[in-house]
Each structure stands twice: as structure tokens, then as C-alpha cells.
């Protein structure tokens, strides 16, 4: 089983969006997470601590930066999407260098259904940080190089919103699923999924108020919830594996077939 860093936005993205699959990796592997928003004193570090606990995901690791929405989440710290993005890549280097995981788990480029600025930008900079910390001439400052082999985007494909979309729709959220052909992972998590929602439970100011996910899924019968809950999607970019160098720029055949049920690196 692959080691595994995941760099999320916001407490609660990381098991929102990929809680069974680090349940899962945990089981074998050493992993991790990466916490743009929110200060390490604030009640959500304490939700995030907890939920990571039961993950079985380490300690908490914060950036420490404002909520593009919430004005209160970092007092006196700039928000995530002003940062300079060249520190906040060097930031999510320095993790990546210390973790050395095998894969990197983050949002997908539309930000998730709801598009939110953190997700996007938490996006752009960890793929930036996944290819600069395997260059040692890239933010020498932050560790030995460490090239990741993967790195994955939680995502939800058009043919796979089913039940969560009117939930959103219904509190005026909106809807940006991707297309279905960028799906290189589907990953059944039925297995951890009550250590899942044990965790999104640790986020227990999400469960309060009209809007949050966390609260839209606790107000709906369990066989809906583990519905939404049981799969795992996920786009996927490749890192360099020293792999043969060719003699010319190809496109190469994009190939359609079975969608792969797991997360892996290169070799395995």
C-alpha cells in the first residue's frame, strides 16, 4: 500500500473527500495531511485534530491561513488565495520533503461542485509543489528533494453527483462536476465508511447551520448518506519515474477502459 500525503483546503475537505481512502492507506502505509485554512488555536484544529485520530492520519498539519469566506478563521494572517504563490508552494514543498509519500491527494481543479477559491487555489499550488519537490535547485530551503509518483484530485464525475446534487442544489450550492472521461479513479470505501463518517462528525461545528456538508449529510437516512459516501473519486496527473526518454513530443493513444478501484504509484 502506498504512503500518502493529502492537501486540503480546509478541516473537514479531507474527509469530505477522501476519508476512506486514507482509512484505507493507514491500514498499511504511513500518512498525512496538509491543512491550508484556519489558525492551529482555533476550535476547527481542534475538530481536525480528532478527525485525523480516527483516520489514524497523524497530527495536524496547518498552514494557518485565512478562509477566503470566513474573515475569522487565521485573525491577522493573509487568506489561502492571496498568499504569494510562490511561499505557499514552498510551504507545501517543505511537507511534502518531510512525508515523502508515494502519493499526494488533493482538490481537483474546479474546486470541487462548489468551486470554492481555497479549493482551486490549494489545487494550482500543490501542483506546482508535487513537481518542485523532486527538483533540488527548486526551494533548497525545505528539505532534501522527495519526487512524489502520483498525484491524485478528489473530484465528482458527472455520472456520480446521484444523490449529493439535489442536497446541494437545495441550499443554492452549485453543481461543477467533471467530465467523466477525466476519472482515473473510483475507490469503494464501503469498508471504512462509518471511520469516515466518524470523522466528518469530529468536525462538529460543521454539523450545525443550513449549509455545510457535514450537517446536509447528517440530516439524511443512513442508506442515502452511504450512498454519497461510498465512492471515491479522483483525477490523476504523473510524476516523473526515470522512465525511457524519447525522441520526439507525442500525444500518445488515450486509452478508455476499466476505471481502476484504488490509488497507486508507478511500479506496483
Request: proline letters at 8%; aromatic letters at 4%; a negative charge.
Given at each position: ?66 478562509d477566503a ?31 515523502r509519500p ?167
Open positions: 500500500m502506498p504512503s500518502l500525503l493529502a492537501v486540503f483546503a480546509h478541516p473537514d475537505d479531507e474527509s469530505l473527500l477522501a476519508g476512506g481512502v486514507l482509512a484505507q492507506h493507514a491500514a498499511g502505509a504511513h500518512t498525512a495531511v496538509v491543512t491550508a485554512t484556519w489558525a492551529p488555536d482555533s476550535h476547527r484544529a481542534a475538530e481536525l485534530a480528532a478527525a485525523l485520530d480516527v483516520l489514524s492520519a497523524g497530527a495536524p498539519r496547518m498552514l494557518g491561513y485565512g469566506r470566513n474573515g475569522s478563521s487565521a485573525p491577522g494572517r493573509p487568506r489561502w488565495c492571496d498568499v504569494p504563490l510562490d511561499d505557499a508552494v514552498a510551504q507545501v514543498v517543505a511537507h511534502i520533503r518531510q512525508v508515494d502519493i499526494v491527494v488533493t482538490h481537483d481543479a474546479l474546486g470541487q461542485l462548489t468551486g470554492h477559491p481555497d479549493h482551486r487555489r490549494t489545487h494550482q499550488v500543490t501542483l506546482l509543489a508535487v513537481e518542485a519537490a523532486g527538483i533540488a535547485h527548486l526551494h533548497p530551503e525545505a528539505g532534501e528533494p522527495w519526487q512524489p509518483r502520483a498525484l491524485y484530485a478528489a473530484t465528482h464525475p458527472q455520472s456520480g453527483i446521484g444523490d449529493l446534487g439535489p442536497l446541494l442544489c437545495g441550499v443554492g450550492k452549485t453543481l461543477l462536476a467533471m467530465p467523466d472521461e477525466y476519472v482515473a479513479a473510483a475507490v469503494n470505501v464501503t469498508e471504512w465508511i462509518d471511520r469516515k463518517w466518524r470523522a466528518i462528525c469530529s468536525h462538529s461545528s460543521q454539523l450545525e447551520g443550513e449549509r455545510p456538508l457535514p450537517a446536509l449529510l447528517s440530516r439524511v437516512d443512513t442508506e442515502r448518506r452511504d450512498r454519497i459516501l461510498a465512492i471515491e473519486y479522483f483525477t490523476r496527473r504523473s510524476l516523473p519515474t526515470g522512465g525511457p526518454v524519447t525522441s520526439a513530443l507525442t500525444s500518445g493513444p488515450t486509452v478508455h477502459g476499466e476505471v481502476p478501484s484504488r490509488l497507486t504509484s508507478p511500479h506496483q
